[in-house]
């Protein structure tokens, strides 16, 4: 069995419009950029795909990575729980248009619910958001004597991730926080594709360390030296790039 | 004549014990950490999943895989352990954080807390704060008594948009230390210059004491 794409190109091919694609990372942190832009790429080139569902914690931050697919028209919805970051313009302009639809979840129902995506469970209860606006028509239990909010599961066609070592069976390492929503969302889509910055042979990662097991990813292409979102944008990066 | 949000900070700190697992809300509240008395060192929790993570780094040395959940860059420091999203939440609504310390622009005697909206206009955006009011033993908040033109913050009703209900035990005001016992404010600290009336015509819900009231001292800073 082997895994392994042999470019970002291939990775991002195979998806299409209307797709709900879950995006891992927590801000910058685990954001896998090249694959983002490699969609943008793709788009850019043949208008595809477009009526995209993102799934993510934020919403973007300057003009690269998640905002740049957002500024390129490719996304009419967010699931996510913070749109705000130090230069949101891109998801803010967009919202207050009308021609961006927003999810708004609470970050840690939003984990269970990917988590519960990902491990077939269909709902589940939590205390979050009892008595707020955001648990407005859903259920509500009473568990030895406390309130609780019925939240349903969340699934999505495609997860693009990021992770430090991957092998060709897909088995994979992440670098320090980066790891936050990958793991999870790897389990929650139909199709998982991994940007990672080292493909190494199957046994080199010792199995006591592995975080997302194989099982879990469709994909795994090598990235080395991967961008971060938070020097993109202090270099005041755009992408695609301005060109004259 | 009212406590800086740094002064807030370093009373909050008083009250956490040795070893216990904290989580400070973005802003303010990171403040706290700084203040530790001598001899004592809490653990502190990032919902994007670092437990006893270190200072800021050297300008220039940071590593943009190791943030916290402002997005700021933190250090490692021995002890440290990485885990996913849904681990930080099992520790947040699981009952395993000994303190969460949260900034709030409204608290009820109810212990209801509003933080996350200040109404229907612009982008709304929630992040972390609906799960951190549920799990931790102790929800604290830190607040300027009062809003900039004189209203009191604290309330018998919230007014704005709540994260969370009967959530928030004890308050950290810039000129009061109050407890929420019950559905009622019970005072606990309060600065000595300021008479009990004056505080309760700035506090928008009966002040009830239970016991002596402290003075509310911190060094200058």
Not at chain 2, 125 to 131: E, H, K, L, S, Y
Request: charged fraction near 15%; charge should be negative.
């Amino acid at each position: 069995m082997d895994k392994t794409l042999p470019n970002l190109a291939a990775a991002v091919a195979g998806i299409p419009d209307g797709a709900t694609v879950m995006i891992g990372g927590f801000g910058g942190s685990g954001s896998p950029i090249e694959l983002i832009h490699a969609l943008i790429d793709r788009f850019l080139a043949t208008g595809h795909p477009v009526g995209l569902t993102v799934v993510n914690n934020n919403a973007g931050n300057g003009h690269v990575g998640l905002a740049a697919l957002i500024e390129a028209g490719m996304v009419t919805k967010m699931i996510c729980s913070f749109p705000r970051s130090a230069d949101p313009v891109v998801f803010t302009q967009m919202y207050m248009a009308g021609k961006l639809e927003l999810e708004l979840v609470p970050q840690g129902t939003l984990a269970e619910r990917i988590r519960a995506g990902g491990a077939g469970i269909p709902a589940f209860y939590t205390p979050t958001s009892f008595g707020t606006d955001l648990a407005k028509g859903k259920p509500v239990e009473v568990f030895d004597g406390r309130s609780y909010v019925q939240e349903r599961w969340l699934k999505a066609d495609f997860a693009l991730i990021k992770a430090h070592l991957g092998d060709p069976l897909g088995n994979l390492t992440y670098r320090m926080a980066a790891r936050n929503f990958n793991p999870l969302m790897c389990m929650a889509a139909a199709v998982t594709i991994v940007q990672v910055s080292e493909i190494v042979p199957a046994g080199a990662i010792d199995p006591e360390t592995v975080i997302t097991p194989g099982i879990f990813v469709q994909g795994v292409v090598a990235v080395p030296n991967p961008a971060q979102e938070e020097d993109l944008n202090r270099a005041g990066a755009v992408y695609p790039e301005v060109t004259a | 004549m009212k406590l800086s949000s740094t002064q807030m900070a370093w009373r909050a700190a008083q009250d956490i014990e040795d070893g216990a697992y904290v989580n400070l809300g973005i802003g303010f509240p990171e403040m706290v950490a700084k203040f530790q008395p001598p001899g004592r060192e809490a653990i502190f929790h990032t919902e994007n999943g670092i437990l006893g993570f270190g200072k800021a780094p050297e300008l220039g040395a940071e590593d943009w895989d190791l943030i916290n959940a402002g997005k700021k860059a933190v250090t490692l420091k021995p002890g440290t352990a990485f885990f996913h999203h849904a681990d930080s939440f099992a520790m947040v609504r699981g009952g395993h954080l000994d303190v969460a310390i949260l900034g709030a622009y409204e608290v009820a005697e109810t212990g209801d807390l509003a933080n996350w909206s200040t109404g229907p206009k612009g982008v709304p955006a929630v992040g972390g704060a609906m799960d951190l009011v549920h799990g931790a033993k102790r929800v604290a908040v830190m607040m300027d008594h009062v809003t900039k033109d004189g209203q009191p913050k604290l309330l018998q009703r919230c007014s704005l948009p709540l994260t969370g209900v009967a959530c928030v035990t004890r308050i950290y005001s810039s000129l009061a230390v109050v407890d929420i016992v019950a559905g009622h404010f019970v005072l606990r600290e309060k600065l000595a210059a300021l008479s009990l009336d004056a505080l309760q015509t700035m506090t928008g819900a009966t002040l009830h004491l239970d016991g002596p009231v402290a003075d509310l001292i911190v060094p200058e800073m």
